[in-house]
């Protein structure tokens, strides 16, 4: 005997009208909570063209800056071309950082890679920017896929030594361990050299003078099993300085965008 009972096409467009109601009430009710909350949280502002040029282009030394190819960010797609390169170098704002499992809107790092890296790094930022615009995952659900896809091999380490440079005279984000979710804005411009699976003991690294390991992926996949770390080794306090004093300009113009950016800097 068949228990099911046929409605008319009327009514289920009824129901599923319903549906559609009770799940949207739901999310202006508890915008806390659930799928309700990942449209709302993951989309981001989009920062004006010329300022995020310019800031992206930021992170690399003058000389590189003509020849780089710029992404910046679609809020609703991803990482576009805005500036075509000649010279195998790009430089980008990221404003996810995977590893720590949350959508902020107030992270802003200016970084740059290398062909290297550019190749084997850079194409994680774009699936997770991606995969922010959609809506259609939380942070975590994108933490927990790209962890996935480096265990499985489709996300690997750079096929050969090579350089990031991250010599903006700002930037905003999180310290290097994705255990602690405190944002800051300071000023350390820096350099990076690719040094995957490694952790600080290898080098014997010193975080407060430098150089040091910098590797949040050995946190999340476990020691020794990050394959994005990095040599960081910072600029010494003249040539920091000098970046500072070169990108003046720019400080003004992102602190008049958004007063989180404003440093104190002497004789500024």
């Known amino acids: 005997m068949n228990n099911s009972i046929s409605l008319p096409k009327k009514s289920w467009r009824f129901f599923l009208l319903l549906a559609l109601l009770l799940i949207s009430s739901q999310c202006l009710l508890l915008p806390i909570k659930g799928f309700c909350q990942k449209m709302a949280d993951s989309k981001l502002e989009k920062m004006p063209v010329n300022l995020e040029r310019d800031y992206a282009l930021s992170a690399l030394p003058p000389h590189l800056r003509k020849g780089a190819a710029v992404y910046l960010l679609d809020p609703e797609k991803g990482y576009y071309i805005a500036q075509k390169g000649t010279n195998g170098f790009i430089c980008f704002i990221t404003r996810t950082e995977w590893e720590w499992g949350e959508f902020r809107k107030d992270l802003t790092m200016p970084i740059s890679f290398d062909p290297a890296g550019a190749k084997a790094i850079f194409p994680v930022y774009q699936e997770v920017a991606a995969m922010r615009a959609s809506g259609k995952f939380t942070a975590r659900q994108v933490k927990d896929i790209v962890i996935d896809r480096v265990r499985k091999g489709i996300y690997k380490a750079p096929s050969r030594p090579g350089i990031?440079?991250?010599?903006?005279?700002?930037?905003?984000?999180?310290?290097?361990?994705?255990?602690?979710?405190?944002?800051?804005?300071?000023?350390m411009p820096h350099y990076m050299f690719y040094a995957p699976y490694m952790n600080n003991i290898d080098i014997g690294g010193d975080t407060d003078q430098g150089p040091f390991i910098g590797n949040p992926d050995n946190t999340v996949l476990g020691d020794k099993k990050g394959p994005y770390g990095y040599i960081i080794v910072p600029a010494g306090k003249v040539e920091a300085a000098k970046i500072i004093n070169a990108g003046s300009d720019l400080l003004k113009?992102?602190?008049?965008?958004?007063?989180?950016?404003k440093i104190k800097v002497v004789g500024m």
Do not use: E, F, Q
């Open 253 to 261: 113009r992102l602190a008049a965008y958004k007063s989180y950016y």
């Open 164 to 187: 990031s440079y991250m010599l903006a005279p700002v930037m905003r984000g999180y310290p290097g361990d994705p255990t602690n979710n405190h944002i800051m804005t300071m000023s």
